[in-house]
């Protein structure tokens, strides 16, 4: 992973060695996940463009997605994978979280209506 601080050895592994690092902010996508959004995006008429090793003001994420209207190069979305839930990050305003996928896509369906 990519800009952590120096690990810290604690020392209290059963290999006697365990570092403490930060974890990222945002985590990759299962396979699946990726194959649902991006048949979604394609349906759409939308790109989606999957950014890898992603970092914004100091966090960390493994993966995000971002989403663009045909033709533009103004993103329109921006999406990761968080411990425990998914979050939908718009242009403007604040990031939106869901516990499921389908609830998010349903939720990127209406925004677009």
Request: glycine share 8%.
């Amino acid at each position: 992973m990519l800009g952590y601080p120096r690990l810290r050895d604690r020392g209290d592994s059963m290999s006697g060695r365990c570092f403490d690092y930060p974890l990222p902010k945002g985590f990759a996508f299962d396979i699946p996940e990726l194959e649902m959004l991006q048949r979604w995006a394609e349906g759409q008429a939308m790109r989606m463009v999957v950014e890898l090793d992603h970092c914004v003001e100091g966090e960390e994420y493994e993966e995000v997605l971002a989403f663009y209207e045909d033709g533009s190069a103004l993103r329109r979305w921006t999406m990761w994978r968080a411990a425990g839930y998914f979050v939908l990050e718009p242009m403007n305003g604040p990031d939106w979280r869901f516990a499921e996928l389908p609830d998010l896509i349903a939720e990127m369906v209406a925004l677009r209506s």
